[in-house]
């Protein structure tokens, strides 16, 4: 199993920045790819940003591009959500999710959003963004 350590929530007023973390321990390679997700009260969970570890390749929601890199450190294994700009409605609860499977690494560009195509999730932290 792969027990993603997802951290970096908090509370931050509109227009500041958070970074969150998800840490990848006991995987070997880099042929993997890394989601963030996030669900606020009452709404589903939606695809914010993705990374293939392996080539680099990242993608993002329309409601976040240009505002949450994502980014990969292969020393610390770990994966960067860099939230800049934030909004009151980025308040959610962010999870992080894993995916090594080949077939999904093939098709990431078409599939990063889809929750139930990723194998393994990190616990949540919550991001909160006052107005």
């Known amino acids: 199993d792969v027990q993603l350590q997802a951290s970096g929530g908090g509370l931050v007023q509109t227009g500041g920045s958070l970074r969150l973390s998800c840490r990848v321990p006991?995987?070997?390679?880099?042929?993997?790819?890394v989601g963030w997700f996030r669900q606020a009260p009452g709404k589903e969970r939606e695809g914010v940003s993705s990374?293939?570890?392996?080539?680099?390749?990242?993608y993002y929601s329309e409601a976040v591009k240009g505002r949450f890199p994502v980014s990969h450190d292969s020393v610390k294994n770990t994966v960067f959500l860099q939230m800049n700009s934030l909004k009151p409605e980025d308040t959610a609860i962010y999870y992080c999710?894993?995916?090594?499977?080949?077939?999904?690494?093939?098709?990431?560009?078409?599939?990063?959003?889809?929750?139930?195509?990723?194998?393994?999730w990190g616990q949540g932290t919550q991001v909160t963004v006052s107005s």
């Open positions: 006991g995987f070997t390679g880099d042929d993997y790819a």
């Open positions: 990374i293939n570890v392996g080539d680099g390749s990242t």
């Open positions: 999710a894993f995916g090594a499977s080949t077939w999904f690494l093939l098709r990431l560009s078409s599939k990063w959003w889809k929750d139930h195509e990723y194998e393994y």
